[in-house]
């Protein structure tokens, strides 16, 4: 069986190590080594003035809009995880969504100007799948208006554009390390900030707002992350540049195999400039209908693509509506194929007989 994605685990040895030291101090959670020791590692690696390392992708979102005092409207990609979203839902902003660009996928900084008004405080876009939003042309519009940049940054790590990496930009980026991501903790996310003051307002909120035993900086809610995510980080983060390397050969090979072969799949434009990560190998059919054969006859073979990302979430039954139509359309025609660590060569050349096999037939 193959299924979207498998994670990454590194040697058992590393692992068992590092909870020998945790159970011989037995210091669980609240800012122990570890979690201080990856903190500094991420920070360095994000080359950002400020990392901080929670429990998951969403509450470093739902922190990002409270920390930043967002409120009222936000202008917001419809093709993204729900999280992206529901955070918004969550934290009663509302979510007003501007569409993508049909290459990037990302949101369309063309179509934000028009939706702000007197409510509008902030942005909130995703690089979808570790391509990098047009930064450049979001940045204009948000110093012109005064709003509040926040990226949802949960597939960029790794990601470089323009020389940097991809989470320095904006007021904050919101990082995922669950276990189906590129880089993982188990469970785990965190914050990438630059501001000296919203950093610490980030650090406190994490942790209930407490400043010291007694007393507190303001509200907070608990989104702290403990030893054991720290030590997978720990033992995971040395891998990083082998993970990016294999999925590059992976993602290169399906290439090969798919693209400019005569059967008509295509696939989201990375912008120049960047240094890809390869979170995710997107491919975009000529139609749903295709979309839905192709699946189903992988999974016939026991493989199981995943639909990254469907339905567009302007679709979800408490936002209001919007005309995307380039994200309807797209969220109907794009299947991510499995990519991850220990997927082999042959088997990406396994899934993509069936895939031509099929659009050839149906052609
Ligand atoms: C995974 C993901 C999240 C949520 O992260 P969790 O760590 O699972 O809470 C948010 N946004 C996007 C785009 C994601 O892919």
């Given amino acids: 069986m193959i299924n979207v994605t ?26 122990g080594p570890l979690l201080m020791e990856l903190e500094e590692k991420l920070k360095d690696y994000f080359a950002a003035k400020h990392f901080i390392f929670l429990n998951n992708g969403t509450s470093a979102i739902q922190i990002a809009i409270k920390g930043l005092g967002i409120t009222g409207e936000v202008i ?13 839902v969550w934290e009663n902003c509302e979510p007003v969504f501007a569409d993508i660009d049909s290459n990037s996928l990302t949101i369309d900084p063309k179509l934000i100007e028009p939706l702000i008004t007197a409510k509008t405080t902030a942005i909130l876009a995703t690089h979808v799948y570790g391509i990098p939003c047009d930064v450049e042309g979001i940045e204009k519009i948000a110093k012109k208006h005064k709003l509040k940049v926040i990226y949802d940054a949960a597939h960029a790590f790794g990601v ?52 010291g035993q007694e007393d507190f900086w303001g509200v907070g809610i608990n989104a702290k992350n403990s030893e054991f995510h720290a030590a997978m980080g720990l033992c995971v983060f040395p891998y990083i540049s082998e993970i990016i390397e294999k999925r590059k050969e992976l993602s290169e090979l399906y290439d090969r195999l798919l693209i400019n ?4 799949i295509s696939r989201p434009v990375v912008p120049k400039g960047t240094d890809y990560n390869y979170a995710y190998y997107p491919v975009i059919f000529e139609n749903e209908a295709a979309l839905l054969t192709v699946r189903d006859s ?8 995943r639909r990254y990302f469907y339905p567009s979430l302007s679709t979800l039954n408490y936002v209001k509506k ?8 797209i969220s109907r025609k794009v299947l991510c194929l499995p990519l991850y660590h220990g997927l082999e060569l042959d088997q990406v050349k396994r899934i993509c007989q069936v895939i031509t096999q099929v659009l050839r037939f149906k052609s």
């Fill in 6 to 31: 498998k994670s990454f685990l590194p040697p058992i040895e590393n692992y068992t190590k590092l909870l020998e030291g945790i159970w011989n101090r037995a210091h669980l959670t609240n800012n």
């Fill in 261 to 264: 072969t005569g059967i008509k």
């Fill in 322 to 329: 919007y005309e995307v139509p380039v994200s309807d359309e």
């Fill in 298 to 305: 992988l999974n016939a073979q026991y493989v199981y693509p």
């Fill in 160 to 211: 470089n554009y323009n020389g940097k990496p991809l989470v320095n930009y904006g007021d904050a980026s919101t990082l995922s390390f669950h276990a189906t991501k590129l880089f993982h903790t188990t469970e785990g996310g965190g914050l990438v900030a630059n501001d000296e003051t919203i950093a610490h307002r980030f650090g406190y909120m994490r942790n209930f707002g407490h400043k």
């Fill in 76 to 88: 917001t990609t419809p093709f993204s995880y729900v999280a992206t979203t529901s955070s918004l």
